[in-house]
């Protein structure tokens, strides 16, 4: 399994922007799928976006039209732009990767997103 690492959460305002980053300990070229989940307070862990080895993307309706997911395979690092933020968008961001189509998924130790007034 790879080792990921996250950064760029903190604290915003309502309609603000963020970008996580998510940095693999090897190269990303031939992961299968990599992607985000969120977790908030007492709230199930839910998917937010996902992008594959080819480059196609997929989004949660929560976030939809607001985020952008996006992977830079020179800097083994996958983006995660957030605009528009809302405060049910704060929770804890967790990156993974999953290196087969049938394989475990790696996990990042997550980044905290805070967005409020």
């Known amino acids: 399994q790879v080792q990921l690492v996250e950064s760029g959460g903190g604290l915003v305002q309502p309609g603000g922007s963020l970008r996580l980053s998510c940095t693999v300990s090897?190269?990303?070229?031939?992961?299968?799928?990599m992607g985000w989940y969120r977790q908030a307070p007492g709230k199930q862990r839910e998917l937010v976006a996902t992008?594959?080895?080819?480059?196609?993307?997929m989004y949660a309706n929560s976030v939809k039209g607001r985020s952008t997911i996006a992977r830079e395979n020179a800097k083994n690092t996958v983006f995660l732009q957030m605009n528009s933020l809302k405060p049910e968008d704060t929770a804890v961001y967790y990156c993974y990767a999953r290196e087969t189509a049938i394989g475990p998924s790696s996990w990042g130790q997550g980044t905290q997103v805070t967005v409020s007034s």
């Open positions: 090897r190269s990303i070229f031939d992961i299968y799928t």
């Open positions: 992008i594959s080895r080819g480059g196609s993307t």
